[in-house]
């Protein structure tokens, strides 16, 4: 697989702060929700605990249900919340970016925690001690020539938006958002050049894969809310063009990446749709500006007045993103049959079960074709430059005497999928960079788990909170160093 790759490829690894960071009370950061989000396991959810004016404490499940309206989210004794320590990027920083820049990075994908920033959204003036870390860490990558991509917005908006003001479904919250992008724009400006304005925009319209007989009305605030997201992401990639004509801004979509069970053309068709509604309808408006034509027949079905939307077609038109990313994990089935069984998981959505694909422990099929064929049917379509942001394999690895891991599977893993980027660039894609997941060892979204590592870097920490959090470089580790260093034509272990 020789020069397949252009020289200038972006390989890396992706992070983000709510899972890695940790220094959840330091440096005056305010509280996210994953904060009060505890640890759990691929059976049993994650929870967010709570406290009543007297005292008492209780908790909900992560989506769906909610709290007492007299309740605050709180941290309350008796719970593990695994994200209050990430994997300690705050303290480690640097030895961090030391080991990226020894595997070789060219970019380095890590959000910024708007609570570090804003501490509850709605402050006039930046926390400087946050500024300032995020400086350092800036200065860090520079010393070793790595681009930071950042994502503005990755699962930990301030509590307090989420909980006095309403979350995204409030269109106040664009102001807010645009305040603290417009601060990060300036702060940065000389720091960094690729944005994500908001890390899987169409995760806020997955409700209906995990709550059992969702109702068309939490449905239909999930459209509002990816709304507001969506003008809230125009209106700072317009104004990023209008003043930093040097930025690369960027949507990041949840890659659903969907076949049909059977070649039943009623599979066919829910296969289309479902793609439609949840991959195409929110990527089609950054990348297009404007909704497309099936949206239509979207809001009628979830009885969502259109005008709520159509409104603000001016801002959406003017707010087209320069880059595609996506998460790529797994792929699942659609079908209309209704005597099969939708047990087949993954990232954020699910589906049935495909019987030519092996599935990991937490059920996620692993399916590096898929990633040819997503990145040529995304390519056809927008013909803009595409990077996957997230890939790789959530699994358990074991730790030897020695503190080495001999992690084959996942530098299996990974090298099918280098394949597979390589045959879509060979067809003609335009891919221009690879962050693999949880390039170290970080806490899982989903679960909440240290036991899912993604990491080529592995981290001494457990699911309790134990561990020295020393670093060990795993046998992925020295591969990946060896992939980069030969732009990806030297795969072999
Ligand atoms: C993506 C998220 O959905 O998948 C990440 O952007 C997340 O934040 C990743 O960690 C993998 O999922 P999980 O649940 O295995 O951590």
Redesign the pocket.
Known sequence: MNDVFPKDFLWGG?T?A??YEGGWNEGGRGLAKTDVTTGATAQTPRYITYQMPDGTIGKISQRGEKKPETAKFSVVDGYYYPNHVGTDFYHRYKEDIALFAQMGFKIFRMSIAWPRIFPKGIESKPNQEGLDFYHKVFDELKKYNIQPLVTIS??DDPLYIEEELGGWENPEIVNLYEKLCKVLFEEYKEDVAYWLTF??IN?AIMDRFFIKDVSDDLVKAGYIKLHNQLVASAKVVKYAHDHYPQFKMGC?I?GLVTYPLTCDPKDILATQQKVQELFYYPADVQVRGAYPNFAKKVWEKYAINSSLFEKDAETLKQGKVDFFTY?Y?STSCETTHEDVELDGGG??SMGAKNPYLQYTE?G?SQDPDGLRYSLNDIYDRYLIPIMIV?N?L?CIDEIDENNVVHDTYRIEYMKCHIESMAEAIADGVNLIGYTP??CID??????G?MR?R?GMIYVDMDDDGLGSLNRYKKDSFHWYKKVISSNGSDLSN
């Open positions: 992706a983000a709510n899972q990755h699962y890390n899987e995760a990041m949840a998460s994990y990232n954020l937490w996620w997230e790789g959530g997941w949880g970080l806490v899982s979204a989903s679960t788990e899912k993604y």
